[in-house]
């Protein structure tokens, strides 16, 4: 069975992570993505951050690239050179998207922005993922996850503590673009049903600001229509519920509960746990009363999951209906046996004999995973696609003297 996109034909020129992410995502749908990457390549590659550069596994594996790069073909391709903007010319006959992330100056100074793309290939969905959007007095200012997405979105502020010495920050690199390259696709998606079902080829542009505000869009809107700067974040040891927070276990692991309707699942979680009579107390029989109760009944809840190991716990709340899960590290993620039956997390061949992890997407058609391939080298299928252009042998050395394809 064929993959969702097979056929479609995306030309890319992006760097870092956002829209890399999401040509990442349509070539695992199947779409022949072909990146076009400057002489000097996508300055994501080999870039460290926070000691993250090659893993200790294998130090010439940079996970950030093969994450947001699998499944591409990498051209090289100079387009400040009109030769170079040539080859482009020839890619974008066929294609069916454009997909971008340079900010407009440098689109406009190589004439890849959206007004001059699409005069010349009106059936072209144009692609972009810009830092703040299309429109407004930033719509020409560039930005980054961390600043863009976390920052100016909310999101930190929200997870701070009012006394904190620093704000929060993100949990991991590319938290926001990966989330925002996941919009950009599925705008992608939706634009090339739209083509097919009408004839009109549009242009889409996702934001991580835009995908900020969607993310976080229960505040935004509670704040907006209240009038209110900044919610108040409940603190850890006084929850609203106690059957909504989080438990440290005898072993020092934690347990994350979530039974919203908590006078459905109290009493038999009590009842598994050996504690009938946390149920039966008059202090705590009802939310009503635990609410009015609440530092005694969180005290209680809180030396109950302290009184056992998570071993123990997980076998006893397997025993009720109520919803909870275990806090695990990301280490601990390559053993989840859901990651492993739906394929979330696999292997892949990195063509020398050895397999490196990738997570797959988290979707699944017809019960099963999509496939994946390792990112390109520099440049590695520059002379298989200038052939397939219908370049010949000599017209590509002519390039490559000309410092237009490397």
């Given at each position: 069975?064929?993959?969702?996109?097979?056929?479609?034909?995306?030309?890319?020129?992006?760097?870092?992570?956002?829209?890399?992410?999401?040509g990442g995502m349509l070539a695992d749908l199947g779409?022949?993505?072909?990146?076009i990457e400057p002489p000097t390549g996508d300055p994501l590659r080999g870039l460290s951050i926070g000691g993250l550069g090659g893993g200790s596994g294998n130090g010439r594996i940079d996970y950030s690239w093969e994450s947001y790069n699998r499944g591409k073909r990498s051209v090289t391709l100079d387009l400040k050179q009109e030769a170079g903007r040539a080859v482009l010319d020839r890619l974008l006959a066929d294609a069916d998207v454009f997909l971008t992330n340079l900010l407009p100056p440098a689109r406009r100074a190589m004439r890849i922005d959206a007004e001059s793309i699409r005069a010349a290939y009106p059936n072209l969905i144009y692609a972009s993922g810009s830092a703040l959007g299309p429109n407004g007095p930033d719509r020409e200012k560039g930005g980054y996850d961390a600043i863009t997405f976390w920052a100016r979105g909310g999101i930190s502020s929200s997870l701070t503590d009012a006394d904190a010495a620093h704000p929060v920050g993100p949990p991991g690199p590319a938290f926001g673009d990966t989330l925002s390259g996941a919009m950009l696709s599925g705008a992608?998606?939706?634009a090339i049903a739209k083509r097919a079902l009408t004839?009109?080829?549009?242009?889409?542009?996702?934001s991580l600001l835009g995908t900020a505000l969607w993310s976080m869009q229960r505040y935004v809107c509670q704040a907006t229509a209240d009038g209110v700067q900044k919610f108040p974040k409940p603190p850890a040891d006084?929850?609203?519920?106690?059957?909504?927070?989080?438990?440290?276990?005898?072993?020092?692991?934690?347990?994350?509960?979530?039974?919203?309707?908590?006078?459905?699942?109290?009493?038999?979680?009590?009842?598994?746990?050996?504690?009938?009579?946390?149920?039966?107390?008059?202090?705590?029989?009802?939310?009503?009363?635990?609410?009015?109760?609440?530092?005694?009944c969180h005290a209680e809840v809180t030396a109950l999951f302290a009184s056992r190991t998570l071993a123990k716990w997980k076998a006893i709340l397997a025993r009720q209906s109520g919803q909870w899960d275990v806090v695990q590290d990301v280490g601990e993620m390559k053993d989840d046996p859901q990651a492993e039956a739906n394929g979330y997390l696999k292997h892949i061949d990195y063509a020398d004999g050895t397999k490196i992890p990738m997570i797959g997407l988290p979707m699944l058609f017809d019960d099963a995973p999509l496939s994946s391939t390792r990112s390109p080298e520099l440049g590695a299928d520059s002379d298989a696609v200038l052939t397939g252009l219908g370049y010949a042998e000599d017209e590509i050395i002519d390039l490559k003297v000309q410092g237009v394809v490397f």
């Open positions: 069975m064929g993959k969702p996109l097979e056929g479609i034909k995306v030309v890319e020129v992006a760097m870092w992570a956002f829209v890399p992410a999401c779409a022949d993505v072909i990146k992608i998606c939706a004839g009109e080829a549009s242009s889409v542009d996702v006084r929850p609203n519920n106690v059957l909504v927070a989080n438990y440290r276990t005898a072993d020092g692991r934690f347990l994350a509960l979530c039974m919203l309707q908590a006078d459905k699942y109290w009493a038999p979680l009590c009842e598994v746990a050996g504690r009938p009579d946390l149920a039966a107390d008059p202090r705590f029989v009802d939310a009503a009363a635990r609410r009015q109760n609440i530092d005694a």
